[in-house]
């Protein structure tokens, strides 16, 4: 049973013509009665009645143009769908991340694909980097934003942003001034780190502990926003993504400086399963990922 039989069978039975119905259909009447035999053929039921007056349903026939009608009203509706996908009218997009990339880098390139394509649905899971790769790797999301480097042969990367971070201390410590500091200039101050099961922290500790900073660890808390308010509080120093302390810097509560002799910047990329089609909607989010993070 092809679509054009279909087609050709409730036009016949609208207009109640062979005639007619093939110059809806714009072919022939040969044409049209050829797909209307097949059609019944295939089924086992006559369809139409012929008469001397046009033709009229029989009752097979009146059980096939109520189905053909929901059938052509569905492929009606997939064809819609699919133009919309076409001209991003609607369409879905998952992604994940952890804390610090949700927060800082995320708000503002989801605000600006919301308001381009509202139709299309975001959704974004906050994770781990760990489970961020689970979930790519079981198409629960469609990618992840996630920290370089990442070796996984079921995994493709494609750099994104270079993570650069600073030494963080409250507005009036005694090294407020300093836009540079040195390693010594670190070594008797108190450092508030996040928790050590962190992949953040685990790549802070690789570049700090071989220059004897690894042990002047005040407090270790769960989240960058905790550890900003005790620095905040004089609390101690911290070593923090620049990204995530801009707006304090910008407001005058914390004061940053880069660190010489030491590589603090870290790549982060977009991570999805190898192979993995990319619907028009997600190369389009894509696309404001990669434009936004070239502008930040």
């Given at each position: 049973?092809?679509?054009?039989?279909?087609?050709?069978?409730?036009a016949v039975?609208?207009?109640?013509?062979?005639?007619?119905?093939?110059?809806?259909?714009?072919?022939?009447?040969?044409?049209?009665?050829?797909?209307?035999?097949?059609?019944?053929?295939?089924?086992?039921?006559?369809?139409?009645?012929?008469?001397?007056?046009?033709?009229?349903?029989?009752?097979?026939?009146?059980?096939?143009?109520?189905r053909?009608?929901?059938i052509?009203?569905?492929?009606?509706?997939?064809e819609?769908?699919l133009?919309?996908?076409?001209?991003?009218?609607?369409?879905?997009?998952?992604?994940?991340?952890?804390?610090?990339?949700?927060?800082?880098?995320?708000?503002?390139?989801?605000?600006?694909?919301?308001?381009?394509?509202?139709?299309i649905?975001l959704?974004?899971?906050?994770?781990?980097?760990?489970?961020?790769?689970?979930?790519?790797?079981?198409?629960?999301?469609?990618?992840?934003?996630?920290?370089?480097?990442?070796?996984?042969?079921?995994i493709?990367?494609r750099?994104?942003?270079?993570?650069?971070?600073?030494?963080?201390?409250?507005?009036g410590?005694?090294?407020?001034?300093?836009?540079?500091?040195?390693?010594?200039?670190?070594?008797?101050?108190?450092?508030?780190?996040?928790?050590p099961d962190?992949?953040?922290?685990n790549?802070?500790?690789?570049?700090?502990?071989?220059?004897?900073?690894?042990?002047?660890?005040?407090?270790e808390?769960?989240?960058?926003?905790?550890?900003?308010?005790?620095?905040?509080?004089?609390?101690?120093?911290?070593i923090?993504?620049?990204?995530?302390?801009?707006?304090?810097?910008?407001?005058?509560?914390?004061?940053a400086?880069?660190?010489?002799?030491?590589?603090?910047?870290r790549?982060?990329?977009?991570?999805?399963?190898?192979?993995?089609?990319?619907?028009?909607?997600?190369?389009?989010?894509?696309?404001?990922?990669?434009?936004?993070?070239g502008?930040?």
């Open positions: 049973m092809e679509l054009t039989q279909l087609r050709s069978f409730l039975a609208r207009k109640g013509s062979f005639s007619s119905a093939a110059e809806d259909l714009f072919r022939t009447q040969p044409a049209i009665s050829l797909r209307i035999r097949r059609l019944e053929s295939e089924l086992g039921q006559r369809l139409l009645e012929r008469r001397q007056r046009g033709v009229a349903l029989t009752p097979a026939g009146e059980i096939v143009r109520r053909a009608e929901a052509m009203a569905e492929v009606a509706t997939l819609e769908e133009a919309d996908l076409s001209t991003l009218k609607s369409g879905r997009v998952s992604l994940g991340a952890n804390d610090t990339i949700s927060l800082y880098f995320l708000p503002r390139i989801v605000k600006q694909f919301t308001r381009r394509y509202p139709k649905e959704r974004l899971f906050t994770q781990i980097s760990r489970r961020v790769l689970d979930l790519i790797l079981s198409d629960q999301i469609d990618l992840g934003i996630v920290s370089l480097p990442l070796s996984h042969d079921g493709e990367v750099d994104l942003y270079h993570d650069r971070f600073v030494v963080v201390y409250p507005a410590h005694p090294l407020a001034r300093r836009r540079v500091l040195r390693i010594a200039d670190l070594k008797s101050l108190p450092i508030i780190h996040l928790k962190t992949v953040t922290r790549w802070i500790d690789s570049r700090l502990e071989p220059l004897g900073l690894g042990g002047q660890v005040r407090m808390v769960s989240t960058i926003e905790v550890i900003k308010r005790l620095v905040e509080a004089g609390l101690g120093i911290s923090l993504p620049e990204t995530a302390v801009r707006d304090e810097i910008n407001a005058g509560r914390l004061r400086a880069k660190l010489r002799g030491i590589d603090l910047v790549k982060v990329g977009l991570a999805f399963r190898r192979g993995r089609y990319f619907s028009i909607a997600l190369q389009a989010f894509v696309d404001e990922l990669v434009a936004s993070a502008q930040s």
